[in-house]
C-alpha cells in the first residue's frame, strides 16, 4: 500500500468513517448510525442477575457495505464502573470459530445485537458506562449508562 492510500484511509477513520475496499464492492464512505440502550438503563438492582443491552447499526450511505470479521464474534461488550475500572467483558468467557466471514449491509438496513450484561459488581445509585463495538472497526463504537436503584 503506498504512503497517499494511507493517509486517506487515515482520514476515512478519524472521520467516523469506515472503507470498504473489498470484492466487488467499490471503494466508498459508510456512514454508520450507531446506538446503544439498556433494556432498561434504570433498574432496581435486588433480584436482577444481568441487564440486556441492545446494540444497533444502519447503513446510512446510498452503497452497500462490507464488513469483514476474522472469527464468528460479531461485537464487543465492555462495562466499567463509575472509576472508570472494566468490570465486565462480554467476549472473555465466549469461544468464537477462527473462520473469517463477512456481512453486507444494504443501504437503510439494520443490524441489531444483544447481549446480557451481569449485575452482581453494581451498585446502586451509581452509574456504569457500557460500550459495544464490531470488532475491528472503531468507528461503530456506542455507549449507554446503567443507573441501578
Known amino acids: 500500500m503506498h504512503l497517499p492510500s494511507i493517509a486517506w484511509l487515515a482520514a476515512a477513520a478519524l472521520a467516523g468513517c469506515s472503507v470498504a475496499e473489498r470484492g466487488d464492492f467499490p471503494a466508498s464512505r459508510a456512514t454508520w448510525l450507531v446506538g446503544l440502550r439498556g433494556d432498561p438503563a434504570e433498574f432496581e438492582l435486588s433480584g436482577r442477575r444481568e441487564v440486556r443491552v441492545v446494540y444497533s447499526l444502519v447503513n446510512s450511505s ?7 470479521f476474522p472469527t464468528s464474534q460479531r461485537l464487543e461488550v465492555r462495562m466499567r464502573g463509575p472509576d472508570g475500572a472494566n ?20 443501504p437503510g438496513e439494520r443490524l441489531e445485537h444483544e447481549a ?3 449485575t452482581r459488581d453494581m451498585v ?22 446503567l443507573r441501578p436503584r
Open 116 to 118: 446480557a450484561v451481569p
Open 87 to 106: 468490570l465486565f467483558q462480554w467476549s472473555e468467557d465466549r469461544q468464537f470459530a477462527p473462520v473469517a466471514t463477512a456481512v453486507v449491509v444494504n
Open 124 to 145: 446502586s445509585g451509581r452509574v456504569y458506562t457500557v460500550e459495544a463495538v464490531l470488532p475491528g472497526y472503531p468507528e461503530t463504537a456506542a455507549t449507554a449508562e
Open 62 to 68: 446510498r452503497q452497500m457495505q462490507r464488513l469483514d
